[in-house]
């Protein structure tokens, strides 16, 4: 439960003001169609962190318990400092394959390749590399997209203007470079 609930509340937080936030809200105001586009984005959202899952799976397995130990602390270290760095979206990004595919593929696609190598997509390979419940990390990491991108489809810009990126940005940096520590330390259930 611990693996699903650190990868959920890690990725929403992790997620606001992220690039694919702001994709959530360039397609909104396109097409003004949300079913279509939170479809796309669940889809895109499982699509690319099962992979990612899958990747820190292997991660794991392949690497030793202390040097594991080690490249995950050091990870999500990493991590912290990129929480705080702003991301920025060419919206000319969401509207290159509408035509061809719709609002619903539109959005898998823009979503999927905006998501590679994206923070929250490291997040997961981190997170499934951390935690050996990989199915757990997968639908909470995709839980937590879910749970930062749908009000953001819905309500857009209003919502942006409330919220300050800046702090929930230092919020989700503080999480993970908590969790680098204790990573770090070996505390906890790590394996």
């Given at each position: ?5 650190v ?18 809200v ?36 392949a ?77 909470g ?51």
């Amino acid at each position: 439960m611990e693996a699903f609930l650190v990868s959920t509340g890690v990725v929403a937080l992790g997620e606001m003001g992220d690039k694919t936030q702001l994709l959530a809200v360039v397609l909104a105001a396109m097409f003004r169609r949300p079913l279509p586009i939170v479809l796309g984005i669940l889809v895109a959202t499982v699509l690319n962190h099962a992979a990612a899952g899958a990747v820190g799976g292997w991660v794991a397995a392949a690497l030793g318990p202390d040097l594991l130990r080690w490249v995950i602390g050091l990870s999500f270290l990493a991590m912290a400092g990129w929480m705080l760095v702003p991301d920025t979206i060419d919206e000319d990004e969401a509207t290159r394959e509408t035509a061809r595919f719709g609002v619903f593929g539109t959005t898998v696609v823009a979503f999927f390749l905006a998501e590679m190598g994206d923070k929250t997509q490291i997040a997961t390979v981190a997170l499934a590399a951390r935690y050996p419940e990989i199915v757990l990390v997968v639908i909470g990491t995709t839980l937590g997209m879910m749970l930062a991108n749908v009000p953001a489809v819905y309500l857009g810009d209003r919502m942006a203007n409330k919220v300050s990126m800046p702090l929930v940005h230092a919020i989700a940096a503080g999480i993970f470079g908590v969790l680098g520590v204790l990573t770090l330390l070996n505390v906890g259930q790590l394996f």
